[in-house]
């Protein structure tokens, strides 16, 4: 007899190994919720002048965008190589879901560092 086979084709690895690499910048969104703080609707971040950590809040902000914008490069050349279609969806996915999950996120713990 042979043993059970896996439930998880190759296919679904690489798709979660897509959602696992989309979601790294997700901390650093996180991140910048707890040095910056959220004015307005949909959790507009800005600068506080009276933080310590003033001097990371650029490397930070900028450092977000910048895994955002090399997920979507990596993505598109993962589309264009036939062997790792499956991680391009998986990156695809958190293209679309990251920016709401990081919000969501940020908004969340600039709230918790606000009222503590």
Not at 5 to 26: E, M, N, W
């Amino acid at each position: 007899m042979s043993g059970p086979k896996s439930a998880q084709s190759p296919y679904g690895r690489r798709y979660l190994l897509g959602l696992g690499l989309g979601l790294i910048p997700v901390p650093m969104w996180w991140l910048t919720g707890a040095v910056t703080r959220s004015i307005g609707t949909y959790g507009a971040a800005t600068l506080c002048p009276d933080s310590t950590s003033s001097s990371l809040q650029p490397l930070i902000l900028n450092g977000r965008l910048l895994l955002y914008f090399i997920n979507i490069i990596v993505m598109i050349s993962c589309h264009l190589t036939t062997s790792l279609h499956s991680n391009a969806y998986g990156l695809a996915t958190m293209v679309g879901i990251a920016p709401v999950v990081a919000v969501v996120g940020s908004s969340w713990i600039s709230g918790a560092v606000q009222s503590g």
